[in-house]
């Protein structure tokens, strides 16, 4: 079973920057393909960013020049950082893995961590 621990979030102020990360546990995580997702209060989880293994990436039109989505093998960790945040970015931000094994496509989640634009 895979588990996905975020952190890196918190209360910052408009136009400052933030950086989460997501460890995974397990052995698969250089063959996954890693997205960072937010839900803000009242809304529908979206897709802000993702990788995949090979390392491309892709990401959301609200976002795009201001985060950047990286990952490490080598730690089994995925990184969104975040620059020029604004109010709306304020969402609990979840990392989501998905793998592909025995012709089904699997997806795991964090548990989340939350982050506050606010000043």
């Known amino acids: 079973q895979v588990q996905l621990v975020e952190s890196g979030g918190g209360l910052v102020q408009p136009g400052g920057s933030l950086r989460l990360s997501c460890v995974a546990s397990?052995?698969?995580?250089?063959?996954?393909?890693m997205g960072w997702y937010r839900q803000a209060p009242g809304k529908q989880r979206e897709l802000v960013a993702a990788?995949?293994?090979?390392?491309?990436?892709n990401y959301s039109d609200s976002v795009k020049g201001r985060f950047t989505i990286s990952r490490d093998n080598a730690k089994n960790t995925v990184y969104l950082q975040m620059n020029s945040l604004k109010p709306e970015d304020t969402a609990v931000y979840y990392c989501?893995?998905?793998?592909?094994?025995?012709?089904?496509?699997?997806?795991?989640w964090g548990q989340g961590t939350q982050v506050i634009v606010s000043s």
């Open positions: 989501k893995m998905t793998y592909y094994s025995s012709l089904t496509y699997h997806d795991y």
């Open positions: 397990g052995n698969i995580f250089s063959i996954a393909a």
């Open positions: 990788i995949t293994g090979g390392g491309s990436t």
